[in-house]
Antibody, heavy 119, light 109 residues
Framework: QVQLVESGGGVVQPGGSLRLSCAAS????????MHWVRQAPGKGLEWVSF????????YYADSVKGRFTVSRDSSRNALYLQMNSLRPEDTAVYYCAKDRANTWAGDYWGQGILVTVSP | QSALTQPRSVSGSPGQSVAISCTGTSGDIGRYKYVSWYQQYPGKAPKLMIYDVSERPSGVPDRFSGSKSGNTASLTISGLQAEDEADYYCYSFAGNCVVFGEGTKLTVL
């Protein structure tokens, strides 16, 4: 049974850093495309990042490019999102999602983790 | 990376059909088959309802269907049920990124 569990959220000051983790079970992160998606309070969904399983290519939204980095650890079967130079507008619930066999669609999602960027 | 355009809200009575449109550009919806739709209840994670324009994951009722024409994709829900009341988001690959729609609130009257 596929399951994704995010952790690492919390409150951080503007300019600070945070690393989100996404622990996976029921499938292998190393051989799956994986997404990060966020949702600011009361707002819609915003795609953040995708890492492919073929060629390990990384893609980022313009709003986070150069500040966020996605990575994965095969030994832990986990996905990570390193977030640097955080801004108040990065405040959101962050979701990790498994890609459905290279369709760019997230078929399994975690429960989400809240990141708050505030002085 | 402009958001795809969706109506802010739609409504329908139980048993009726509703369609939610999602308008993009020739650089996203118009170019790629990677269009999907998500259902989200308040405080919950999104759920995949349609992928590759018109494919349904197992477990999604066949009341939900997707289509595309030019730069516009559509999600149609037939035989509306009370539990269909939720937010719906479209989503398209756009070459080197992904764009979401602004979201549509479906109200079942």
């Amino acid at each position: 049974q596929v399951q994704l569990v995010e952790s690492g959220g919390g409150v951080v000051q503007p300019g600070g850093s945070l690393r989100l983790s996404c622990a996976a079970s029921g499938f292998t992160v190393a051989t799956s495309g994986m997404h990060w998606v966020r949702q600011a309070p009361g707002k819609g969904l915003e795609w953040v990042s995708f890492v492919s399983w073929t060629q390990n290519q990384e893609y980022y939204a313009d709003s986070v490019k150069g500040r966020f980095t996605v990575s994965r650890d095969s030994s832990r079967n986990a996905l990570y999102l390193q977030m640097n130079s955080l801004r108040p507008e990065d405040t959101a619930v962050y979701y990790c999602a498994k890609d459905r066999a290279n369709t760019w669609a997230g078929d399994y999602w975690g429960q989400g983790i809240l990141v708050t960027v505030s002085p | 990376q402009s958001a795809l355009t969706q109506p802010r809200s739609v409504s329908g009575s139980p048993g009726q059909s509703v369609a939610i449109s999602c308008t993009g550009t020739s650089g996203d919806i118009g170019r790629y088959k990677y269009v999907s739709w998500y259902q989200q209840y308040p405080g919950k994670a999104p759920k995949l309802m349609i992928y590759d324009v018109s494919e349904r994951p197992s477990g999604v009722p066949d009341r939900f269907s997707g289509s595309k024409s030019g730069n516009t994709a559509s999600l149609t829900i037939s035989g509306l049920q009370a539990e269909d009341e939720a937010d719906y988001y479209c989503y398209s690959f756009a070459g080197n990124c992904v764009v979401f729609g602004e979201g549509t609130k479906l109200t079942v009257l």
